[in-house]
């Protein structure tokens, strides 16, 4: 009974903002464009449809307010008036009651609030759908009091998101089945994303691990600070972290009156992601303005602040490899590589003619190259890219999606920072020296320091296999000596052979290296 009245809820709900209008008339069905302007008699409908998608959206609660925000990451699938009406979906809901929130933290962890904190604030200092965050003081293991800031996942909120993803699957199955315009939408696979998405971020232990991760990775860059996790105080309803002291990144003027050299703050938010993405292949994917802050304190002055870590991209190694290529090639205006690396992928069909794909890229490219940042819109090249990739077919692989997503939150927070941002300029330092790092000497000392492990458990089992043979060979035709010399000498040419080879491999790496220099750039 409770679905059925949410869901005469949600309909309700789009009726109002004349959904049902939009996807009558998305059908592209002459009878259904009819009754749809049938429909549309004695409603205003004068608003864009983006807000009004938007609109419902904030209209339903938290839980659709979430679908909005990662379906508006997907704009190889969503109009870009869409797609930009969704990304101004705000995650912002009234906090809970804070004796419900002291209640879940005693029950994590079996004490009183008073024997675990020396002071909490009641009144909490920011709050969402998933989670809200109270500061406090803790004394830690060596009995230092430490400023930490405790977030509180909300009560009852895997009940609330099984309801409306169970309604979200029954939706998602009707578009499935409408349309071929429904279809390519893949609204299955788009709420799937969307269940996966929310029950992770349901276990707070995994962002304060996804935290960690990145604060081990970013130790040596003296770019930005990450909270430390108190491993003593962190269970699936509650973490507890380092309280940072920061200012808002988005407070401009604030940064700029405390001495903040904004040109410096917005190339080194270029490095970090360039370095998160490519050398650790592990990043922060939800770096909006919310998320980030400025230390102004005079040890941290000028690094930047994340927060916020339930959102965080991986990329294997292959992906890595890929992506420097078509960052190389595209900023060399190589058209040609970068339609090659999408047929090598297997993100267009093998069939695909490399000249009509290079065309379209090229017309889409070209005439954004050798603007500052204020006259260029990643958002704009990234729609125009995707309307024209779909004549080939193209498939946005799953695991970029938050690449696409932090790009466009990169722009934007560039564009906010320094409009005379040259983005590439920032990166191409950052891309040389890592296609450097995969080609060159470091790279065999890293992998012969990998596999040191496996030849340290061999070495010791030669005289073992030696003597097998020898025991092998006597048993057999009795020529054991003559085996054992002839195996020596094809050893001994193995040796040689393997010597001679390393020499003119590392010659040739040298060369490789002075050729990228002189010439990859």
Known sequence: MTRLFRGLFIGSVFIRHGLDQLLLTSLQKPWLNVLARVLRLGRNLQAPRGQRIRQALERLGPIFVKFGQVLSTRRDLLPMDIADELARLQDKVPPF???????????????????????????????????????????????????????VLRPGMLAAIEKDLSLLRMMAGWVDAISSVGRRLKPREVVAEFDKYLHDELDLVREAANAAQLRRNMAGLDLVLIPEMFWDYCMPEVIVMERMHGVPVSQVDHLRAAGVDIPKLARDGVTIFFTQVFRDGFFHADMHPGNIQVSIEPATFGRYISLDFGIIGALSRSDKEYLAQ??????????????????????????????????????????YFDRPLKDFSLGLVLMRLFQTSRRFHVEIQPQLVLLQKTLLNIEGLGRQLDPELDLWSTAKPFLERWMIDQLGPKKVIDQMRVEAPMYAKLLPELPRLLADFLKTARNGSGGAMEQLLLEQRRTNRLLQALLYGCLGFVLGVLALQLIIRVRLF
């Open 97 to 151: 009651d804070s004796d419900v929130a002291i209640a879940t933290i005693e029950r994590a962890f079996q004490k009183s609030l008073t024997e675990i904190f020396v002071s909490f604030e009641r009144e909490p200092v920011a709050s969402a759908s998933i989670a809200q965050v109270h500061f406090a003081v803790l004394k830690d293991r060596s009995g230092r009091q430490r400023e930490v800031a405790v977030k």
């Open 326 to 367: 078509n960052f190389t090639a595209f900023f060399r205006r190589d058209y040609k590589r970068v339609a090659e690396l999408h047929i090598e992928s297997g993100w267009v069909p093998g069939a695909t003619r490399v000249d009509e794909l290079e065309s379209a890229i090229r017309s889409v490219c070209e005439p």
